[in-house]
């Protein structure tokens, strides 16, 4: 198949799948912050207020989640959302995404499935350039990302900017030998979900000794912020509120923290959260300078210092991979099964049929079956669930544990998931020397 | 490759270390995010108070029940009332606070009502206090009840104002009774449901200045339970998944040479 094709394939599977899948909690967020920045209200003042009212009814310290991330992805959204209001007129799509789904949520046929095709293209396009790009270094890595479920999963099913990330931060690398400004910018971009500031290290070591190259980069860098200074300055307190909120969270996803969960207050949570958060900075320091030290190329530094962000930040969610997978896949420290476990945490958090919302609650008759299905499986999972994204969180930690010492040590790194022969299911990580 | 080394040890040491914290005697109200829900631990019951932004669960009742939380009966404020007005989602001003292992949630409009949540050793009380007289309907649910009162058909119906009334509910393979206890005696009561489901919903009307529920199950002359599948120490899973997946990993390790 020629790499066009592949990059058509690639984009028509998503395309199928976009306007009938979503997570509802974040295509709410995205769908309500796009629109009050439209209408010239900031997304960020709405983010405080909601927080401080949580606050105030609750007692309890505890962020809203809300949109919380740099000002990038409103300006990419904005023209999509702007042909969604031409196209379907005035009236919101989804409503009460944040509220109980049984008696709060409302969605407008046809209008949702139109606004999520809409919403989700930037990120579609986005796949197909990745798609592109991998397809000139390597065929196999760009067939991989054109039909990983997990890719299509994050961009078409959940519908979340994460692969965009994965973009900037391929394309950053890819162009930061030949033009540190381009470079410094798209890592700038790459920025607007914060968790890729964990690469940083890679990007410095190699400039710190070369001022007009590390002034290059930082112009760069500085100038994807613009939009960001734009709502810094309208509102400094909710703006950086925003910034802060990512690194206040309670220990979360899918990771070997998970277990903390069960601890139900909030407060004793918060305190391990902050012990966590600086054995994590402490670790993204360490290898930042056994990466440098060994010489280990960019590509495979960053891929490395990323993965450190999986196995010890606090927080940690489904689509954080989609950052990576792009960039890992040209990386022989990276492995693309290392995506089934947030894969499979997405199902028993969640649940995969929360994100087919839209398609079963289009008619009364789907709307029972999606009951049916929800009670089914509620029955079978409620009493293990928690335990079951603890095993995949340490499964993923581990794997990312497994695959940044391969970085070091020089070996081909591969991680199998095998099913045993007596047909239980039975997970085992094997790495093998190339 | 010594600094690695250390890393490595250190992520198995966090991952066995906070695999015992699920095991910690963590009991009574809990603050627990991320939205603002509250929930309590302990002994025969598991409350859990929904966060603002839904009205339903204010609070819900769980029994513990072969270490499974077995939902008992849910308070919707959603599909309650004080003067018509609902009690979420009617523009009250609401607000929630912990005080001495009491749960109170205040609501604020046209007049003032106190809504707390007490466990009590052998059940949960709900009480509501006004500082006038208010006319108060509340609302109380389960998908489903196998019967209220002897009632189990799923038709609308009142009954009688009691300061007791007993329903069933099942879970697995046995069915089991709770009591509601009501004080004052309400003005008027019923129950209706869905058809070819069962009954879900008890309905309540109060006029009054103070409102008390409470709900118990009581300890005789319950099924002997056996459910399939019996969940007590479940949290023991915890550390075993990470032991289990530490020692693999270390065993892949060596064998493979890495480090």
Not at chain 1, 126 to 138: H, K, P
Request: proline letters at 5%; a positive charge.
């Amino acid at each position: 198949m020629k790499p066009s094709s592949l990059v058509a394939l690639g984009v028509a599977l998503r395309l199928a799948l976009a306007p009938f899948f979503m997570h509802t909690w974040d295509m709410a967020t995205i769908l309500m912050s796009v629109d009050q920045f439209l209408r010239g209200l900031n997304p960020y003042d709405y983010v405080m207020k909601m927080a401080d009212e949580l606050y105030r009814t609750t007692g309890i310290p505890i962020p809203y989640y809300g949109y919380a991330y740099l000002a990038t992805p409103l300006f990419i959204y904005a023209p999509f959302y702007l042909l969604y209001r031409l196209l379907a007129g005035p009236g919101e799509p989804l409503i009460g995404g944040h509220g109980y789904i049984y008696t709060g949520l409302h969605l407008a046929y046809p209008q949702l499935f139109l606004a999520l095709l809409l919403i989700k293209l930037p990120v579609i396009a986005g796949d197909g350039l990745i798609i592109g790009l991998l397809a000139r270094r390597s065929y196999s890595a760009a067939k991989a990302y054109a039909f990983s479920p997990y890719a299509v999963f994050i961009t078409s099913i959940w519908g979340n900017f994460d692969p965009l990330v994965g973009l900037l931060l391929l394309a950053s690398c890819l162009t930061f030998e030949r033009h540190r400004a381009l470079s410094g910018f798209l890592y700038g971009l790459s920025a607007m979900k914060f968790y890729t500031l964990a690469a940083a290290g890679a990007f410095i070591t190699r400039l710190y000794r070369e001022p007009r190259q590390l002034a290059a980069f930082s112009l760069g860098f500085s100038a994807s912020m613009i939009p960001s200074l734009y709502f810094l300055l309208l509102n400094p307190s909710s703006f950086l509120y925003a910034l802060l909120f990512q690194g206040t969270r309670p220990v979360n996803g899918v990771n070997i923290f998970y277990s903390l969960v069960d601890v139900r207050g909030l407060l004793p949570l918060l305190q391990l959260t902050r012990v966590i958060s600086l054995i994590f900075l402490g670790a993204l320091l360490l290898v930042t300078y056994l990466l440098a030290k060994r010489g280990v190329g960019l590509f495979e530094s960053v891929t490395a210092l990323m993965l450190t962000y999986v196995i010890f930040a606090p927080v940690t969610n489904e689509q954080l991979l989609a950052s990576l997978l792009p960039l890992g896949l040209l990386c022989r420290n990276f492995s693309h099964r290392l995506t089934l476990f947030p894969l499979l945490y997405a199902g028993f958090n969640s649940s995969y049929q929360y994100f087919a919302i839209p398609l079963f609650f289009s008619s009364t008759s789907l709307r029972a079956a999606w009951d049916a299905v929800n009670l089914w499986w509620g029955a079978w999972v409620q009493d293990f669930q928690l335990q079951l994204r603890y095993l995949f969180g340490v499964g993923l930690g581990l794997g990312s544990l497994s695959l940044l010492k391969g970085t070091f040590t020089g070996e081909r790194i591969r991680l199998t998931l095998a099913l045993a022969s007596h047909g239980g299911s039975h997970h085992s990580l094997r790495q093998a020397g190339a | 490759l010594r600094a690695l080394a250390l890393l490595e040890l250190l992520v198995l040491a966090m991952l066995l270390a906070f695999s015992f914290v699920p095991l910690l005697p963590l009991y009574g109200w809990q603050g627990y995010g991320p939205a603002g829900e509250y929930t309590y631990f302990a002994g025969a019951y598991r409350l859990r108070y929904n966060d603002p932004t839904f009205g339903n669960d204010k609070p819900h009742i769980f029994a513990h029940i072969a270490g499974r939380p077995v939902d008992l009966i849910e308070l919707s404020d959603q599909e309650s009332e004080v003067n018509g007005t609902r009690l979420w989602g009617g523009g009250l001003r609401v607000s929630t606070r912990v005080v001495n292992g009491t749960l109170y949630v205040r609501y604020e409009g046209a007049l003032s009502l106190v809504k707390y949540v007490r466990p009590l050793e052998g059940g949960v009380e709900i009480g509501f206090a006004s500082n006038a007289t208010m006319d108060l309907t509340l609302t109380l649910w389960r998908w489903y009840y196998s019967s209220v009162e002897g009632y189990s058909r799923p038709a609308a119906r009142n009954l009688t104002p009691s300061a007791s009334i007993g329903f069933a509910f099942t879970d697995g393979p046995g069915t089991f009774t709770a009591q509601l206890l009501v004080a004052p005696l309400p003005s008027a009561a019923s129950i209706s449901g869905v058809e070819g489901h069962g009954l879900n919903k008890i309905s309540l009307r109060f006029v009054s200045r103070q409102v008390t529920l409470v709900i118990r199950v009581p300890e005789g002359g319950q099924p002997l339970y056996a459910p399939l599948l019996d969940i007590r120490g479940s949290n023991y899973l915890y550390p075993l998944i990470a032991l289990s997946c530490a020692a693999c990993y270390l065993y892949i390790s060596r064998r493979t040479g890495a480090l």
